[in-house]
């Protein structure tokens, strides 16, 4: 093929280190996000295209298809990157309805109504957003639910405020979300118990805190009362001896963060966060994001401060790594339980 030798010159918001960073990796996250255009062959790619990436010097990158093809390059019949954009605004479609629907959409609906087969769709949307359309939908409302409670007025009146259809529905779904009843989560945690100890580690003292469904709190340099704060009824107790063996394992995470522990969970957050946080646990030990990545991966791109301010609500510490995440600009940002602590953690991971 005859080499390009007079495009036209794409945007300069692009950040092209960037974009050839995540075009060398074949990130898969970024595509949709930019295209590269080879000046050799004359055609544009998606970031994750598996073909022979062409030298730095051959690459132009564009913020969609449509520019590319304004400058004279023509789609890649490989990775075929007009598909991957419009993936996405199926996607958006898709969340704008379910956002929108006053009951839960069928699978099959919510396909048709973005030109999709189910089967494929529900692939992609929980590519795109890390959790199938169904579960997403349980999160909006739960979420919806959550503020609804917190706003005062009636358990009834917030379980049919948030889209449930029957009251059963919403006390399931919080039973598995929050831990707890409508009733006791408006209540402060009345009705609930937590056992808690505050171990020593090798990063200082820990706090461990757990209902019977599960860890509801993991963090450094706290004791009861910080439960006490956030569960004001609730019943907590010092740990037992049936706590002893999960204390263990989550002490053990100090010195070993890398480790893949499934431990029983039970905490509390929007369905934003519980995204945010879902993201967290998928990036593989020894490595690090941005929080514009990881915003980029729960398909919310202009929420960069709304991930990092999900990140430092995070209550599992090093169980929910928010140590694996960074600014934009590389440097390490913030922790909560201070950046020596999140140094540590990091070395500790690149070691294993």
Known sequence: MN??????????????????????????????????????????????????????????????????????????????????????LAVEKALALIAAAEEPLPLEALAEAVGYAPH????????????TPAAYARKLRADRLETALSEGGSVTEAIYDAGYNAPSRA??????????????????????????????SSLGPMLIAATDRGLCRISFDEDETELERRFPNADILPADKNFADLAEEVVALADHPARRMNLPVDVQGTAFQQAVWDALRAIPPGQTRTYKQVAESIGKPGAVRATGTACGD??????????RVLRSDGGIGGYAYGLERKEKLLERERSA
Request: charged fraction near 25%; hydrophobic fraction near 40%; glycine fraction near 8%.
């Open 314 to 323: 995070n209550v599992l510490a090093v169980l929910v790594p928010c140590h």
């Open 171 to 200: 006390y399931a779904d919080a039973g598995r979300r929050l831990g707890m009843t409508p009733s006791a989560w408006k209540n402060g945690g009345q009705g609930v118990t937590i056992r808690y100890t505050v171990a020593d």
């Open 120 to 131: 494929h769709f529900h692939r992609l949307f929980k590519r795109d957003t890390g959790v």
């Open 3 to 88: 080499q390009m030798t007079h495009p036209k010159a794409p945007p300069a918001a692009i950040d092209a280190d960037a974009a050839w960073a995540a075009f060398s990796s074949r990130d898969r996250d970024q595509d949709g996000r930019f295209v590269g255009a080879v000046l050799t062959t004359g055609i544009y790619c998606k970031p994750s295209c598996p073909a022979r990436h062409p030298k730095r010097e051959n690459v132009l990158f564009f913020p969609d298809a449509a520019a590319a093809r304004h400058a004279g390059f023509r789609a890649c019949l490989r990775c075929r990157p007009d598909e991957v954009g419009r993936d996405r």
